[in-house]
C-alpha cells in the first residue's frame, strides 16, 4: 500500500482520540464540516462504516475550545 494514502480512523478511533463518546464525536465532526472521507470494514465486526480523516480529526481536537460544565457551579 503507497505511503501516500491518508490515515482514516472509525468513529470510535476518533471518539477516543477527542476524549468522548462516538455519538458525541459524530455530532462534534459535523458541527465542524467535517464528512466521511470513505465507508470500509469495522477491524473488529467487519461491518460497513464511515471513515473520517485522522488529520482531519487532529485539527478539530487542536483548534476545540475544553468545555465548562456550568451545572456543577
Do not use: F
Not at 477516543?16 to 465507508?39: C, F, K
Not at 460497513?48 to 475550545?65: G, W
Amino acid at each position: 500500500m503507497p505511503d501516500d494514502q491518508p490515515e482514516l480512523w472509525t468513529i470510535e478511533q476518533a471518539a477516543e482520540h477527542l476524549g468522548v463518546q462516538p455519538g458525541s464525536a459524530r455530532g462534534l465532526l459535523s458541527r465542524r464540516g467535517i464528512r466521511r472521507a470513505a465507508t470500509g470494514s469495522h477491524p473488529v465486526s467487519g461491518r460497513i462504516v464511515a471513515l473520517y480523516s485522522a488529520d482531519q480529526v487532529r485539527d478539530v481536537a487542536t483548534n476545540r475550545r475544553p468545555g465548562r460544565r456550568t451545572d456543577l457551579d
